[in-house]
Each structure stands twice: as structure tokens, then as C-alpha cells.
């Protein structure tokens, strides 16, 4: 059973820095690609970032580009998601999900995720 719990949401001004953590249980979280999504109120959850298995390739969702960086500590069972120059639509529950399979490889598509957290909010300020 796989089991991930996020932290480090909360309240903050537009133009400061988050950083989420999100710690996986099992012995093969490091065989799994991660990604990180959010969903905002009225709207559907979206693909923010994600690192694949080994942390060589990252991707991110356009408006976040040069702001976000997703990076996972195998060792520590953890992947984080830094979070600067936060803009009021940042605002969100932000989720940690885990891709199983797929050779550790990242997609933009929520539904091949298989385990999530219970997200962390996160809501930023004008």
C-alpha cells in the first residue's frame, strides 16, 4: 500500500515562495514518476510539475515555468515542489500523485496516477 502525505500549503503574499513536501511510503517509491497537480475552486485538478523516476527529466505546466522547480530525495522517500514568485492564480489545493509502472516515466494525464494525497492548500494573496 502506498501512502502519500503532503505539507508546507498556507497563506501567503503574492511574490513569495512555498515550499511543498510530500513523503511517500513503500519500498518502490523510487521507481515511480511523481507529479504534482492543483485544483482551484469551479475547476478541473491540473498538471503542475512532475519528475520521472530518477530525477534526470522534469517537467512543468507552461505558467509555471521559471517559478517552480520539482525534485524528489530518493533516499528520503520525499519530493518537493519550490514555489516562487507565487501569483494570486496560484492559488489552489495542491496534490502529490504517484505514476506506477510506465518505467518511471512522467505524463500530464491525472487519470494514469495511481496514488494521491490529500492535498495542502495553498492561497495567495494580491
Known amino acids: 500500500q502506498v501512502q502519500l502525505v503532503e505539507s508546507g500549503g498556507g497563506l501567503v503574499q503574492a511574490g513569495d515562495s512555498l515550499r511543498l513536501s510530500c513523503i511517500v511510503s513503500?519500498?518502490?517509491?523510487?521507481?515511480?514518476?511523481m507529479g504534482w497537480f492543483r485544483q482551484a475552486p469551479g475547476k478541473e485538478r491540473e498538471f503542475v510539475a512532475g519528475?520521472?523516476?530518477?530525477?534526470?527529466?522534469?517537467y512543468y505546466k507552461d505558467s509555471v515555468k521559471g517559478r517552480f522547480t520539482i525534485s524528489r530525495d530518493n533516499a528520503k522517500n520525499t519530493v518537493y515542489l519550490q514555489m516562487n514568485s507565487l501569483k494570486p492564480e496560484d492559488t489552489a489545493v495542491y496534490y502529490c500523485?504517484?505514476?506506477?509502472?510506465?518505467?518511471?516515466?512522467?505524463?500530464?494525464?491525472?487519470?494514469?496516477?495511481?496514488?494521491w494525497g490529500q492535498g495542502t492548500q495553498v492561497t495567495v494573496s494580491s
Open positions: 513503500g519500498r518502490t517509491f523510487w521507481r515511480n514518476a
Open positions: 500523485a504517484a505514476r506506477t509502472g510506465n518505467l518511471g516515466t512522467v505524463t500530464q494525464d491525472r487519470t494514469s496516477y495511481d496514488y
Open positions: 519528475v520521472n523516476w530518477n530525477g534526470d527529466g522534469t
